[in-house]
């Protein structure tokens, strides 16, 4: 979760906002809508997560992942999306020769919570990006 430079990733990238920013055409109202759907989408994403982890499901645990990571790059939350790629990386690796069941719990026990903080954090200065 670390930039090259040895610092931490931003929560978010100002230059993907922008970016997204762009691709709307600059509608102020329907750029503004689809960061609304993505904080309000977080909780969503990350209790699939969750369940899907504590579970033992591999394949609900990567759809997941792969959700609350593609949304993330898409509003440059780049600090939850490299989250979501390390946890991605690890349940592909850790589950190739073991057992889901055993495996994914353990990774929840130490994933989680790192991932619903920073979403949190993120939606926080989202909120604060959208109201200034």
């Known amino acids: 979760m670390t930039a090259d430079d040895g610092h931490p990733l931003p ?3 100002q230059g993907a906002l922008d970016r997204l920013r762009e691709e709307v055409d600059d509608d102020e109202e329907v750029w503004q809508v689809f960061v609304r759907n993505f904080i309000d989408q977080l909780p969503v994403r990350t209790e699939k997560l969750r369940a899907a982890l504590t579970t033992g499901d591999k394949n609900g645990t990567l759809d997941a992942l792969l959700s609350l990571k593609t949304a993330s790059q898409m509003v440059g939350a780049e600090r939850l999306s490299d989250l979501a790629l390390d946890l991605e990386r690890s349940v592909r690796i850790d589950t ?4 889901p069941g055993n495996v994914l719990p353990r ?3 130490t994933n989680l919570k790192p991932i619903i903080k920073c979403s ?8 604060k990006y959208l109201h200034r």
């Not at 190739?96 to 057992?99: G, P």
């Not at 949190?120 to 909120?127: P, Y």
């Open 120 to 127: 949190q954090q993120t939606a926080d200065l989202l909120h």
């Open 96 to 99: 190739r020769h073991a057992d």
């Open 11 to 13: 929560l978010l990238n």
């Open 107 to 109: 990774l929840a026990a």
